[in-house]
């Protein structure tokens, strides 16, 4: 049963442009959202988080959006650079011990 | 700084041969720590995750144990590996509450 969604497997970008990688969730009891990157064969690092009391935290290039309604997350990349071509996992937690992760989205960002 | 190491990088190992998986984390205490699956294809899936030592939450029944025999170290482990194991395992730690998570860099492992 899978808790948290991401229904995009892939996504293709222009360099320069904005990415919206997105995520959806089922339980209502997760208060902690996080985005990951991860390269091929290594483990992910970790890039974003966002509690459920705001809906909107800003690091530089990337921001995560909450909408606990809709029960769905989104993380904005601008501008999109070649660098950023990764795939992308949200997580959620309901506490802080156990993790529930997507199943990615693979960004392409074309220079 | 906190560090988290994770061997092998890859293992290559028959049906029904055992495995062991070591992970050790360096410049904090008590942490939270955790094993990952990445199936072919597939999100990360939580195997299991400790909150202390000899304290092991088990997510999915299945062949493989986990334990944590001292403060910083987490190891995974099987009696008879069946070819459904391959995948890419990753060890995590993270401090208790809200905080993110950080991996290691992973040990691919397959099955013959």
């Not at chain 1, 290039?61 to 997350?73: D, W, Y």
């Not at chain 1, 992308?88 to 989205?105: D, I, P, V």
């Not at chain 2, 072919?40 to 144990?65: K, M």
């Amino acid at each position: 049963d899978q808790q948290v969604k991401q229904n995009s497997p892939s996504l293709s970008v222009q360099e320069g442009r904005i990415s919206i990688l997105n995520c959806d969730y089922t339980n209502s009891m997760f208060d902690y959202f996080l985005w990951y990157k991860k390269y091929p064969a290594e483990g992910p690092t970790f890039l974003i988080s966002i509690s459920s009391i705001k809906d909107k935290n800003e690091d530089g290039r990337f921001t995560v959006f909450l909408n606990k309604s809709a029960k769905h997350l989104s993380l904005h990349i601008v501008p999109s650079q070649p660098g950023d071509s990764a795939v992308y996992f949200c997580a959620a937690s309901a506490g802080g011990n156990q993790f529930y992760f997507g199943t990615g989205t693979s960004l392409t960002v074309i220079p | 700084s906190q560090t988290i190491h994770q061997w092998p990088a890859t293992l290559v190992q028959p049906v029904g041969s055992p495995l062991s998986l070591e992970c050790t984390v360096e410049g904090t205490s008590n942490p939270n720590l955790y094993w990952y699956r990445q199936a072919a294809g597939r999100g990360l899936q939580l195997l299991f995750y400790s909150v202390g030592i000899g304290q092991i939450s088990s997510e999915v029944p299945q062949n493989l144990s986990a334990s944590r025999p001292q403060d910083r170290q987490f190891i995974l482990s099987s009696k008879k590996l069946l070819l459904s194991d391959s995948g890419f395992y990753l060890c995590a730690w993270s401090y208790r509450g809200h905080q993110p998570q950080h991996f290691g860099d992973g040990t691919r492992l397959s099955i013959l």
